[in-house]
């Protein structure tokens, strides 16, 4: 891919997605979120989830669809919103990513307050969220072929949803967190040592660009052993998927133990 004018991608952030009162991203986020984006067309990682400003998704919707005029985009993704929330998604690896949830014994972290300590749970104990997963890999098979423009647009309604599980299985992450509904959104991770694990990669496409965040996640320190080969494969699918593209370079996995006062997801 040839080069994209940064000061390009910059103009088009700030015009559409600082509309009315709502704060323009700053230079640094525009060129972010342009390549986190661009890493989701590749199938690097199967969505983003919009949360620099209050920009609303009809601007998103307007921003994703310039992006594509700009020949950023190889490939059509969807803005798929749920609650308050704005997804910008790749159809094809969200499904995947939901399928294999499904289909294999993925494991989660139960992180609920009324626990002394986080505790590893399979996704039969977890309620409704294989009907909510069902419910959205269906919503998305069901989208019609779209060209590039313009930019789908679909909304799930989500009450009574427990979104942040949901939304570590949309953004890809190996082992989501789950909390019980009932117990609001407090969690068991205050003072708990947590590895964090930081994966970022470089744009070779657009010179000067800081290494962008492809993912950022953790796991309690105390159940990495059990999880570890888990995380092993994870990470070894994302450097497959990584070799097959030549748009991003430099992709660097790294980790590190932390333990907060607070945990806020």
């Known amino acids: 891919m040839s080069e994209v004018n940064p000061q390009a991608l910059v103009a088009v952030a700030q015009k559409i997605l600082g509309v009315g009162k709502r704060r323009s991203p700053p230079q640094p986020v525009c060129l972010h979120l342009a390549g986190e984006i661009r890493a989701v067309a590749r199938g690097l990682k199967p969505a983003v989830l919009y949360d620099y400003n209050a920009a609303g998704v009809d601007q998103v919707q307007r921003y994703v669809g ?23 998604v790749n159809p094809r690896q969200v499904c995947q990513q939901i399928q294999r949830v499904l289909l294999s014994s993925m494991t989660f972290v139960d992180i609920s307050s009324f626990r002394s300590h986080p505790a590893l749970c399979p996704l039969e104990e977890l309620g409704d969220l294989k009907d909510h997963l069902t419910e959205i890999m269906t919503h998305l098979q069901n989208l019609e ?23 570590g299985i ?18 068991c991770l205050s003072l708990i040592p947590l590895r964090v694990f930081t994966i970022r990669i470089s744009c070779c496409w657009l010179t000067g660009l800081p290494q962008i965040l492809l993912y950022s996640f953790s796991v309690p320190e105390s159940l990495y052993p059990a999880l570890k080969d888990m995380l092993d494969m994870w990470g070894e699918d994302l450097r497959a998927r990584y070799g097959t593209q030549g ?19």
């Not at 310039?66 to 490939?75: D, H, K």
């Open 247 to 265: 748009d991003f370079t430099e992709l660097t996995i790294s980790s590190e133990v932390v333990t907060l006062p607070s945990v806020v997801l």
């Open 66 to 88: 310039e992006l594509q005029r700009l020949g950023l985009l190889p490939q059509a993704l969807h803005i798929l919103e749920l609650g308050e929330n704005i997804l910008i």
């Open 170 to 187: 949309l953004l890809g992450y190996p082992v989501p967190y789950f909390f019980h509904p009932d117990q609001g959104d407090s969690n």
């Open 145 to 167: 072929e779209n060209p590039l423009f313009p930019v789908s647009h679909s909304e799930l309604s989500s009450v009574d949803w427990n979104l942040c599980t949901v939304f």
